[in-house]
């Protein structure tokens, strides 16, 4: 059993989920992280050289690679849970999480943070708002699969371990 946190760019996955990993005594991997290392790149450089169908497959060869271990608590990618061959490798190895954030509180944050993202480069402040809608609205349907759909803007660590247990254990698995 792994827990899987999905979720938009910038709604804090990789920082949420080292957090509840190390209340629960799990494990952490940052599936972004996995895929830098095998390629030795970093994120922008592969879809700079390779092209995001190339870091598309990578990001699938990380994830089902993950999905073998167990009592792991797994950051994806913004994009990891947008294809059906993946969002059916989480649910048959896990739960999934939804950290959900306000259309607003993504804007606001990914101003900080959009260069290191390349679905966001360059795109200044009215640009950036149009990008982050039409992702969004095309991605809400992938993420609201999810087992849990959490607040994020208003949940803090503690509280999402508590909520992600009860979900674990309703799924009749141990923590
Ligand atoms: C992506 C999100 C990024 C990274 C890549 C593509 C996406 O991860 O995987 O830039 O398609 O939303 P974060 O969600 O950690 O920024």
């Given at each position: 059993m792994n827990i899987y946190l999905i979720g938009f760019m910038g709604s804090g996955k990789s920082s949420a989920g080292r957090k509840v990993a190390a209340l629960l005594r799990w494990k952490f991997e940052d599936i972004d992280r996995l895929v830098e290392e095998k390629e030795r790149m970093t994120v922008p450089e592969i879809f700079a050289s390779k092209g995001e169908e190339y870091f598309r497959k990578a990001e699938s060869v990380v994830l089902s690679?993950?999905?073998c271990g167990s009592r792991t608590v797994v950051a994806c990618g913004g994009g990891t849970p947008c294809s059906a061959e993946n969002t059916d490798?989480?649910?048959?190895?896990?739960?999934?999480?939804?950290?959900?954030l306000s259309e607003e509180a993504l804007v606001s944050r990914l101003k900080r943070s959009r260069n290191e993202r390349p679905l966001l480069t360059g795109a200044e402040p009215e640009e950036l708002g149009k990008r982050v809608s039409k992702l969004l609205r095309n991605r809400s349907p992938w993420y609201e699969q999810a087992d849990l759909i959490i607040d994020a803007g208003n949940t803090d660590e503690e509280e999402m371990t508590a909520m992600i247990a009860e979900?674990?254990?309703s799924k009749g698995a141990y923590l």
């Open positions: 690679e993950v999905s490798v989480m649910k048959s190895t896990g739960v999934t999480v939804y950290l959900r979900t674990v254990r």
